[in-house]
């Protein structure tokens, strides 16, 4: 009889136990061997990749103000320049190909004056990258090119002053003005009053009947580092505040061109700017060659990142294709290519080293890999082997310390690749909608083989639902939402776990003039004006993952968490030896709060207090742009209850750091 009872309690202890089990699933469980290592963390694991794309250069990261400095940009007409003529003054401006300033630069303006005086002046105005940014109290460094015809020596009135003219920001004047071509500088400061703005001009006038030539016509505003010739200084924090491991350069289709005359032409972007013609970009606009080779190499520099150098290969872009044969025909292409490698790291006592030297750097710099080419695997014709082994070969007669990457890799593993020659690494790019890259993020990487070449995911981002080369893409913002974020911070996590097999990553591309005609395709990582600058919601991921590296991958497991085609989470564990740091990197993508019990073991002792950095927004359509830079940004808090098995929530729609202290 007592029996009954028991069996009556156990029944009903068991049925409410399963009736909790049905409302309450079991916690999943992250488990971390700290102790057990996977993989070294490449110490330049994340970089950037940049080319002249969305005027990243031009109107971008390169501080030069003047749009169509050399008068190039357009055979028939001065783009960006209009007659100042103000009311009484009669003048006209055209394209000059006969005074030529010297052979690169063979195309000048010439103002002709009939009438003007003090009150009513004659000149020329550029309307700038989208127009010129007035800061208070700042100083412009103003230089030109100017001659005249006899009877004229000056002075031209220099101005930075409001659209409409009515306010002058800054003026000064030059004089003595010959019939030879001189060279002329002036500095510009604006008052400590000015309210920023980018509604304004740039103008060079003269207050007296005269004909007067122009070229190289440069206003430059502080550069990062002061450097003369340098990079916006906004910009370049943005890009520091990453801490990128290493810079790839110069593309991407901006290296191959649009047809091989048109492809980089490194030997043209040197030296002084007189001596730099500028090129026909593949992304529809003219490049100065300003950020030319010794450019991007100060700049990776400035930036304590490694280059990661991209040689032309013979293959230039789609649809023409254009295609240089493997063995004699493609030689010289390899000799130009030894050349462009010489003048990064040859000393001063080679010939293109020596050049280098001349151009003010004598040093060699830094440089471990060469990338040979650019999505050679768009070449069905086969000939990238050939092209590939050819330069693979010289390049390690010449440098065996140099790793040679090749840009066919495993994208589409269907297709077969063939490599006569192993590759030191394989660039592998990876534009894929949010969905692919969060149903990609938990194996993609399990099926490389392990002994084969390592991986550079040379060019990645997640766009939201519609593809990048799209038309439909133009209407939508510049830079990517919440919802890309998250999908690129989940293959970060991927990235990053998989550290034995990818050495390096960047996303692309990297910047965009967010005017209406600066680019030519989203989403991007960083949006600017000619004044303000901004990070995407990318951007904060990848800044949160970079600056809580560690330098090695441990091992994890996660059990319990119910995948249904996505897993609601992604993550990514790392430590950094030298302080004992544990970076637990966790990307809830859905909707519901995620909670997690996180099982730390390997390690002796853990602090209970500890760091979280989160960055989360309750809507995926969340983004910044120009007018709103911060909507969302990383917020770290002081966290408690650590140990060797502590349990924490993860908000929706949310890219976490957890910064663990052990010993
Ligand atoms: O990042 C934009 C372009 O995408 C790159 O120039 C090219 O390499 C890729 O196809």
Redesign the pocket.
Known sequence: MKKYPFIISLYLGVAGLMALAQTTPPVPVLHIEADQIIAPVSPVFSGM?T?E?NHAYDGGLYAELIQNRVFKDDATYPAHWSLVQETGAVASIALDHTNTLNEQLATSLRLDVASAAETNRAGIANDGYWGIPVKPGTSYRVSFYAKAAAGFTGPVSVAIESEDGTTVFAQAKVKQLTENWQKYSVTLTTPGNVTPTTKARFILAINSPGTVWFNLVSLFPPTWHTRPNGNRIDLMQKLDDMKPGFLRFP????LEGSSIATRFPWKETLGDLTNRPGHSGCWGYRSSDGLGLLEFLEWAEDLKAQPVLAVYAGYSLPPKSELVKSGADLQPYVADALDEIEYVIGDASTKWGARRAADGRPAPFQLNYVEIG??DWFDESGSYDGRFAQFYDAIKAKYPQLQCISTVGNEQPEKKRVHSRKPDVLDE?Y?RSAEDFEREAPSRFDKYDRNGPKIFVG?WAAYEDIV?WSEKSRRLPPTPNLKAALADAAWMTAMERNSDLIVMQCY??MLVNVNPGGRQ?RPNLVGYDALNSFGSPSYYAMAMFNTNRGNLVVRTSLDGLAVDKIAPLDYSVTKDTASGTIYIKLVNVTSTPQTLQIDLGGVKQIAPTGLSVELKSAKLDDSNSITEPVNFVPVAQNIDGLGHVFTRTFAPYSVNVLKIQTK
Do not use: D, K, S, T
């Open positions: 990749m080319e794309i593309g991407g289709n901006y650019n999505e790019h534009y060019e990048p692309a591309p395709w």
